[in-house]
């Protein structure tokens, strides 16, 4: 683990309200999608472990669900999830997006504020702000109790632009410390969850309103058939019976559609080719249900 002199590591939790390009701006960090993005709010549903490692030390980066008022069990499991990753953190970097910084993002911003703990104040999606719009963001952030972030780093999670900066930011301020992971190592999700994800994420980009806020995806069994092809069943869970008929489409179509995809980037991960079994079930108000919530992996990890 230690023992290399110099070397500095320390974990980095990412946190800002839903949809602002937390998860984006984790895979851009570590260079590899260990994180499902979606344009719904609360795509994020658990701490998401992203390894950055380089000659000189390795950051270690959480993103977390965005912070919000929880309306169920789930979304208490995801609120706790996110400042769960407070815990041991060495910085913190809050996210907000760029011209759309609302009283609900100032509010966070202003809390983690009074930690004393390095952090950066990241303003993302520069890529669809006008120049003003960003330079009146930066202003409005000149004041206290802004002034006690390190630094307000306008970057765009999307194109890359401005994360070397971030990287940079972050590792100046890590400790020394050990190599928590080896090098080759960027998740610590294992293989059928980060399948899980895969699908729930196909899901998301094609269902509309309520839908995918009740969507979960359990992998029930990844079974190596040969070589050159792995099978993977898993259940698609909807919260209410009209959903069902929702997610399958008409002649099953959406359903093909969300299995397609989601089997194009499992064999991609994989490097093999992929035999995709999906089923949708009904799971009234899963969300609010202890037992279905252990099920799908949304459970406190401690305690
Ligand atoms: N234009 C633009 N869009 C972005 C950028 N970063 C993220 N997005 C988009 O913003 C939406 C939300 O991105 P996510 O990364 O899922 O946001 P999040 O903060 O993790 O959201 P939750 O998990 O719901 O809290 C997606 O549609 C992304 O493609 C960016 O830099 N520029
Ligand atoms: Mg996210």
Redesign the pocket.
């Known amino acids: 683990m230690s023992g290399d002199g110099g070397y500095r590591s320390g974990f980095a939790a990412i946190l800002?309200?839903?949809?602002?390009?937390?998860?984006?701006?984790?895979?851009a960090l570590v260079g590899e999608k260990v994180?499902?993005?979606?344009?719904?709010?609360?795509?994020?549903?658990s701490r998401v472990l992203g390894v950055m490692s380089m000659p000189g030390g390795q950051i270690v980066f959480l993103?977390?669900?965005?912070l919000t008022q929880a309306r169920n069990k789930l979304g208490e499991y995801m609120q706790s999830a996110a400042y769960d990753s407070l815990t041991g953190a060495d910085a913190i970097v809050i996210?907000a997006?760029c011209g759309a910084v609302g009283p609900k993002d100032r509010a966070i911003i202003e809390k983690f504020a009074k930690r004393k703990l390095p952090k950066i104040l990241v303003l993302?999606?520069?890529?669809?702000a006008p120049r003003e719009t960003i330079a009146r963001d930066l202003q409005s952030f000149n004041a206290p109790p802004y002034d006690q972030y390190d630094a307000v780093l306008p970057?765009?999670?999307?194109?890359g632009d401005g994360v070397d900066t971030l990287r940079g930011l972050l590792f100046e301020r890590m400790p020394e410390g050990p190599r928590y992971f080896p090098d080759d190592m960027i998740t610590d999700q294992p293989e059928y969850m980060l399948c899980a994800e895969l699908i729930r994420e196909k899901a998301l980009a094609r269902l509309r309103e309520e839908v995918p806020h009740g969507i979960g995806v359990e992998v029930q069994r990844v079974e190596k058939i040969s070589s050159g092809l792995t099978e993977i069943h898993a259940n698609i869970y909807v919260e209410r019976a009209a959903h069902k008929g929702i997610v399958l489409g008409k002649h099953g179509r959406m359903l093909q559609a969300i299995g397609t995809q989601a089997r194009l980037d499992i064999e991609k991960l994989l490097a093999t080719h992929v035999s995709l079994q999906l089923w949708v079930k009904v799971r009234e108000d899963w969300r609010n249900r202890a037992d279905d919530l252990r099920t799908l992996g949304y459970a406190r990890e401690r305690g």
């Open positions: 800002g309200r839903p949809n602002v390009g937390k998860s984006t701006l984790l895979n994180a499902i993005v979606s344009d719904k709010p609360q795509t994020t549903r993103d977390t669900p965005g996210v997006a993302n999606k520069t890529d669809c970057l765009s999670a999307m194109t």
